[in-house]
């Protein structure tokens, strides 16, 4: 399974990192080593099992298989807003998507761009859509 496949979760714990394979002993320090270093579950087996907790919070619980051999277990949550204003927050970016694509950026850039500007870190956004259209 590709780590692009775990986008939208986020570690319950954060004290779950660094992960010891109990087998093993190998240490994985985060949850982007964790699945980069791990394997599917074999014969085809499903990674994921997911359940609503106590408080209505999606979790799934993601199998992996060490190079030894050990299964390994961790817990994600889904970290999206299902709110209102969660639910208008996504349909903004959309739309800012749509925006910048139809502008001939690449989708996957625009993206990145869009995140980046969420986070506060360095971004292209003013360059691509100019003063009349200042996201900030």
Known sequence: ?????????????????????????????GPEQFFRETGDMP??????????????????????NCRCGSTLMDEFSC?????APGHRSREQFQCLLQTLVARGIAAETARNEILKFMLGAPNRLHEWLGDDQNPA
């Open 1 to 29: 399974m590709k780590i692009e496949a775990f986008e939208g979760l986020q570690a319950l714990l954060q004290s779950a990192f660094p992960k010891r394979c109990p087998n093993c002993g190998r240490v994985f320090s």
């Open 43 to 64: 014969g085809g087996r499903s990674s994921l099992k997911s359940f609503v907790d106590d408080q209505g919070m999606a979790v799934v619980e993601v199998f992996r």
């Open 79 to 83: 970290r999206r807003d299902m709110s």
